[in-house]
């Protein structure tokens, strides 16, 4: 494998957390534009703890997740009431004040006589500790992929389970599942937290794999872009979001065939895909009848 | 200070302006559809690139180039109509935002394509400096805007209380299907609204670039965020909200950057979204809805 | 007399559930006809369906010999139908003159338009002191009677009425009915869905029992004993 190719695996590794996370939303019935907030939260602090305080990345990861979950929580905990349009616009709000505290946020130390740390919109330079620690492109490709096809598995247990079966209940009606005696407020905070772990996971990957992050990162686009990745893929199983991030990151991105027009292509293909299959390609029909198919 | 105070305060009312436009375009949109339009601002962008590449090819003149904007807009948007909210027209209002998205990722990427700079000029309104009156300045384009602004709004206010056209739209927006019932032919009432919707973009936009003096393509995303900032703040869906809206995005703006930076500026303005979101989701200027 | 809507196994669904399974009625020119049933039947369902809000799975409706099953709802009140939705759907943010426009919104002639307006605040006295407040500012009565008035300016030769007299006080129910008894008097046809099934059957020439989606009687207001009648069109004969 070359490393081009490496590359654009890892990278369709790394924003599949996020598109997960989006997922995990959607099925819940919520759309939230703010995913890409605990990416970045995800992102800058694994960083700092592995490239400032020396911390171990497993243990970065940890804490990152912990922290983006919270922060999930707390941006949830106004805003899940909201219906719709609101929450995603909400939720809108709340990333770009996370961008624009990443832009604010001055941190840097002398780390082996050069400065580290995040520096404002000039980025955050130095996140080594995968690079230092001599794991080949391949390797780091294992450990993401490897984390990822455990996410996958958690996911898979998880719909085949009561705790799913709620949870579509909740998106489907919310106020049917409320009068069977869920109470659809807490569980929504549990979703969010744990979406917005899924998400910090990612970007400490992410972190990890670039060596530098920006704010500019974390905008607005990565988080649009998950849920379209979310929503092209299909809302059926959690294969779905793998498969929309695998459409654009691997097939028109990796291809290079649509290049200088990838958007074009890619924008097109969402908006006709959807009039069509407006729950994705692997929607709910589909992978009901695959499982029948196949089980 | 308090020179600098009321200074801001033109400022904020010249930006207001402008955001007003925007989001009212934004607001029928929202208003008729019940969906978020995020290929709003691409459009615009898409209308303004169109023209100025008219303008590096062959020189035109200001009215030209206005007319040009308006009409590239206005395409763009039916394009943006056909493709995402025509075919989701019964169905998520998810789906159509999502497409909206995919296409304002097209015409950002078409624009570029056609026009690879980062920045081109456009030919500004006013060539002279700013006015002065008193202490205060004020740029000769900064009064185009209002006066323009106004205008639209009245010569919308004609169109919304005194044509059949503006009564089915108001119907649309007060009660849906009662305006069915009545025997409003609903998609064509949406076809028309995108219509003066983008063209009303179109105005704010042309404005916009001319008192700039250049045109990038971040004017798409900027305009989509200004928009609908001033619309959710001035609660969603109500036309006179837009107008308070856009004003009050324009002033918080002014004020913040004054005493806070640019970052602030913005910041200040998401901030204040979310918490009005988060306390008052019906927006701040919103009369109860009945029925 | 002839059939002036026809409609025949008509069926209705939301998602998976059939509201209307297979329902065929008729309404005759200039009568009264009214649709009796419990909550739930499929007495709305049917009224939107003939309306055009809901699309029928399969089954015709057939207006004066025209097919209007699935039609566009601006199509079928070029046809000459008007509904008096349930809960009346009065344009709140908008007066009552406005209100009662947008009931002429396909009619071009605006002169007669004007007078029309005026000859609804000559029937509808209530109407004409509030001509310039808005919908939503007006009692559950006068709603009833600007939704009434709303659809006649369309000029329709079939008017659909859900459940005008819900929620009002039997004051205003005598006074409803007397309207529509008036209306029907000046040559519109009146297909009537109602759960006051006492007042119901004083006005009209034929009635039908629906249940659970299905047409279960068919007869004059004499052919069954009101007190069945009543018992049927609350509960349902199943139930009871």
């Given at each position: 494998m070359d490393d081009y190719v490496t590359g654009v695996l890892t990278n369709i590794g790394l924003f599949s957390f996020l598109a997960l996370s989006a997922y995990l939303l959607l099925i819940a019935g919520e759309m939230s534009f703010g995913q890409q907030a605990f990416f970045g939260v995800g992102a800058y602090s694994g960083g700092i703890l592995t490239a400032i305080y020396g911390l171990p990345l497993p243990v970065a990861a940890l804490v990152a997740m912990l922290l983006g979950s919270?922060?999930?929580?707390?941006?949830?905990?106004p805003t899940l009431r909201l219906r719709g349009l609101y929450f995603a616009m909400a939720t809108l709000a709340a990333a770009e004040m996370a961008r624009i505290l990443f832009e604010l946020f001055r941190f840097q130390r002398q780390i082996g006589g050069e400065l580290v740390g995040p520096d404002g919109t000039q980025g955050f330079r130095g996140i080594r500790w995968v690079f230092e620690r001599g794991v080949e492109p391949a390797g780091y490709l294992a450990l993401v992929w490897g984390l990822l096809l455990i996410a996958l598995v958690v996911f898979l247990l998880m719909e085949r389970s009561r705790l799913g079966a709620t949870l579509r209940a909740i998106g489907e009606d919310p106020d049917l599942a409320r009068s069977c005696g869920i109470s659809v407020e807490r569980f929504k905070l549990g979703v969010a937290a744990a979406a917005g772990a899924l998400a910090a996971l990612g970007g400490v990957l992410f972190a990890h794999h670039n060596t530098y992050i920006e704010p500019r990162n974390f905008d607005i686009m990565l988080g649009v872009h998950s849920l379209a990745y979310a929503l092209i893929g299909g809302l059926g199983t959690a294969f779905g979001p793998l498969l929309g991030v695998m459409v654009d990151l691997g097939v028109l991105e990796g291809s290079r065939v649509f290049q200088g027009y990838r958007m074009i292509a890619f924008g097109g293909l969402v908006a006709i895909l959807l009039i069509f299959r407006p729950r994705g390609l692997l929607d709910e029909k589909v992978v009901h009848w695959l499982r029948a198919r196949f089980s | 200070m308090l020179v600098d105070l009321i200074q801001n305060t033109l400022d904020g009312l010249t930006a207001g302006a402008a955001y007003a436009l925007l989001a009212i375009g934004f607001t029928l949109i929202f208003g008729v559809l019940r969906r978020i339009n995020l290929s709003y601002g691409p459009a615009i962008m898409l209308g303004c690139y169109a023209a100025t590449w008219f303008h590096v090819q062959f020189q035109v003149g200001l009215l030209v180039l206005a007319a040009l904007t308006l009409a590239a807009t206005v395409l763009a948007g039916a394009y943006v109509e056909r493709l995402c909210f025509a075919p989701h027209r019964d169905r998520s209002a998810i789906a159509a935002m999502v497409a909206s998205f995919a296409i304002w990722m097209q015409l950002e990427e078409l624009a570029t394509l056609v026009l690879p700079n980062h920045l081109y000029a456009f030919p500004a309104l006013y060539e002279g400096g700013p006015l002065s009156l008193g202490p205060f300045t004020l740029r000769a384009e900064a009064l185009v805007m209002f006066a323009v602004t106004v205008l639209a709004c009245l010569a919308l206010q004609r169109l919304l209380y005194r044509s059949r056209f503006g009564l089915s739209v108001r119907a649309v927006i007060d009660q849906p299907v009662a305006a069915r019932l009545v025997g409003i032919n609903l998609p064509w009432v949406f076809v028309r609204v995108f219509a003066v919707a983008s063209a009303l973009g179109a105005v704010a936009g042309y404005l916009i670039v001319a008192s700039a003096g250049q045109v990038t393509p971040m004017l798409g995303m900027w305009s989509t965020l200004k928009g609908m900032l001033a619309m959710m703040l001035g609660g969603l869906g109500s036309l006179p909200g837009a107008i308070v809206g856009g004003l009050a995005l324009g002033l918080i703006e002014a004020h913040s950057q004054w005493f806070f930076g640019p970052q602030v500026r913005d910041l200040t303005a998401y901030f204040l979204l979310f918490a009005l979101l988060a306390l008052r989701p019906s927006g701040l200027w919103t009369t109860p809805r009945h029925g | 007399m002839s059939a002036l809507l026809e409609v025949k196994d008509v069926v209705t669904a939301y998602g998976k559930i059939e509201a209307l399974k297979g329902v065929s009625l008729e309404v005759q020119q200039g009568s009264i006809t009214c649709l009796l049933g419990p909550n739930g039947a499929g007495k709305t369902t049917l009224m939107m369906s003939t309306a055009g809000i809901l699309r029928p799975r399969s089954g015709s409706i057939q207006f004066a010999g025209a097919e209007i099953a699935g039609a566009a709802p601006h199509a079928i009140v070029a046809r000459g139908i008007a509904l008096v939705p349930e809960n009346r759907l009065v344009f709140p943010g908008m007066t009552v003159t406005e209100n009662l426009r947008a009931g002429a919104y396909q009619r071009a002639d605006k002169a007669e338009i004007e007078a029309h307006i005026e000859r609804m605040f000559a029937r509808f006295a209530p109407?004409?002191?509030?001509?310039?407040?808005?919908?939503?500012?007006?009692?559950?009565?006068?709603?009833?009677?600007?939704?009434?008035?709303?659809?006649?300016?369309?000029?329709?030769?079939?008017?659909?009425?859900?459940?005008?007299?819900?929620?009002?006080?039997?004051?205003?129910?005598?006074?409803?009915?007397?309207?529509?008894?008036?209306?029907?008097?000046?040559?519109?046809?009146?297909?009537l869905v109602e759960q006051n099934a006492h007042m119901a059957l004083k006005v009209a020439n034929h009635f039908y029992l629906i249940e659970q989606g299905k047409v279960t009687f068919s007869g004059d207001p004499g052919s069954l004993a009101e007190d069945e009648v009543i018992r049927r069109a609350y509960l349902g004969s199943a139930r009871a």
């Amino acid at each position: 494998m070359d490393d081009y190719v490496t590359g654009v695996l890892t990278n369709i590794g790394l924003f599949s957390f996020l598109a997960l996370s989006a997922y995990l939303l959607l099925i819940a019935g919520e759309m939230s534009f703010g995913q890409q907030a605990f990416f970045g939260v995800g992102a800058y602090s694994g960083g700092i703890l592995t490239a400032i305080y020396g911390l171990p990345l497993p243990v970065a990861a940890l804490v990152a997740m912990l922290l983006g979950s919270l922060c999930a929580f707390l941006v949830g905990l106004p805003t899940l009431r909201l219906r719709g349009l609101y929450f995603a616009m909400a939720t809108l709000a709340a990333a770009e004040m996370a961008r624009i505290l990443f832009e604010l946020f001055r941190f840097q130390r002398q780390i082996g006589g050069e400065l580290v740390g995040p520096d404002g919109t000039q980025g955050f330079r130095g996140i080594r500790w995968v690079f230092e620690r001599g794991v080949e492109p391949a390797g780091y490709l294992a450990l993401v992929w490897g984390l990822l096809l455990i996410a996958l598995v958690v996911f898979l247990l998880m719909e085949r389970s009561r705790l799913g079966a709620t949870l579509r209940a909740i998106g489907e009606d919310p106020d049917l599942a409320r009068s069977c005696g869920i109470s659809v407020e807490r569980f929504k905070l549990g979703v969010a937290a744990a979406a917005g772990a899924l998400a910090a996971l990612g970007g400490v990957l992410f972190a990890h794999h670039n060596t530098y992050i920006e704010p500019r990162n974390f905008d607005i686009m990565l988080g649009v872009h998950s849920l379209a990745y979310a929503l092209i893929g299909g809302l059926g199983t959690a294969f779905g979001p793998l498969l929309g991030v695998m459409v654009d990151l691997g097939v028109l991105e990796g291809s290079r065939v649509f290049q200088g027009y990838r958007m074009i292509a890619f924008g097109g293909l969402v908006a006709i895909l959807l009039i069509f299959r407006p729950r994705g390609l692997l929607d709910e029909k589909v992978v009901h009848w695959l499982r029948a198919r196949f089980s | 200070m308090l020179v600098d105070l009321i200074q801001n305060t033109l400022d904020g009312l010249t930006a207001g302006a402008a955001y007003a436009l925007l989001a009212i375009g934004f607001t029928l949109i929202f208003g008729v559809l019940r969906r978020i339009n995020l290929s709003y601002g691409p459009a615009i962008m898409l209308g303004c690139y169109a023209a100025t590449w008219f303008h590096v090819q062959f020189q035109v003149g200001l009215l030209v180039l206005a007319a040009l904007t308006l009409a590239a807009t206005v395409l763009a948007g039916a394009y943006v109509e056909r493709l995402c909210f025509a075919p989701h027209r019964d169905r998520s209002a998810i789906a159509a935002m999502v497409a909206s998205f995919a296409i304002w990722m097209q015409l950002e990427e078409l624009a570029t394509l056609v026009l690879p700079n980062h920045l081109y000029a456009f030919p500004a309104l006013y060539e002279g400096g700013p006015l002065s009156l008193g202490p205060f300045t004020l740029r000769a384009e900064a009064l185009v805007m209002f006066a323009v602004t106004v205008l639209a709004c009245l010569a919308l206010q004609r169109l919304l209380y005194r044509s059949r056209f503006g009564l089915s739209v108001r119907a649309v927006i007060d009660q849906p299907v009662a305006a069915r019932l009545v025997g409003i032919n609903l998609p064509w009432v949406f076809v028309r609204v995108f219509a003066v919707a983008s063209a009303l973009g179109a105005v704010a936009g042309y404005l916009i670039v001319a008192s700039a003096g250049q045109v990038t393509p971040m004017l798409g995303m900027w305009s989509t965020l200004k928009g609908m900032l001033a619309m959710m703040l001035g609660g969603l869906g109500s036309l006179p909200g837009a107008i308070v809206g856009g004003l009050a995005l324009g002033l918080i703006e002014a004020h913040s950057q004054w005493f806070f930076g640019p970052q602030v500026r913005d910041l200040t303005a998401y901030f204040l979204l979310f918490a009005l979101l988060a306390l008052r989701p019906s927006g701040l200027w919103t009369t109860p809805r009945h029925g | 007399m002839s059939a002036l809507l026809e409609v025949k196994d008509v069926v209705t669904a939301y998602g998976k559930i059939e509201a209307l399974k297979g329902v065929s009625l008729e309404v005759q020119q200039g009568s009264i006809t009214c649709l009796l049933g419990p909550n739930g039947a499929g007495k709305t369902t049917l009224m939107m369906s003939t309306a055009g809000i809901l699309r029928p799975r399969s089954g015709s409706i057939q207006f004066a010999g025209a097919e209007i099953a699935g039609a566009a709802p601006h199509a079928i009140v070029a046809r000459g139908i008007a509904l008096v939705p349930e809960n009346r759907l009065v344009f709140p943010g908008m007066t009552v003159t406005e209100n009662l426009r947008a009931g002429a919104y396909q009619r071009a002639d605006k002169a007669e338009i004007e007078a029309h307006i005026e000859r609804m605040f000559a029937r509808f006295a209530p109407l004409k002191a509030r001509a310039t407040q808005l919908g939503g500012t007006l009692s559950g009565g006068e709603q009833q009677m600007l939704s009434v008035a709303r659809a006649l300016m369309s000029r329709p030769r079939l008017l659909l009425m859900d459940e005008p007299s819900l929620g009002l006080a039997p004051l205003i129910v005598d006074e409803i009915f007397r309207i529509i008894a008036e209306l029907n008097k000046d040559g519109t046809t009146i297909f009537l869905v109602e759960q006051n099934a006492h007042m119901a059957l004083k006005v009209a020439n034929h009635f039908y029992l629906i249940e659970q989606g299905k047409v279960t009687f068919s007869g004059d207001p004499g052919s069954l004993a009101e007190d069945e009648v009543i018992r049927r069109a609350y509960l349902g004969s199943a139930r009871a």
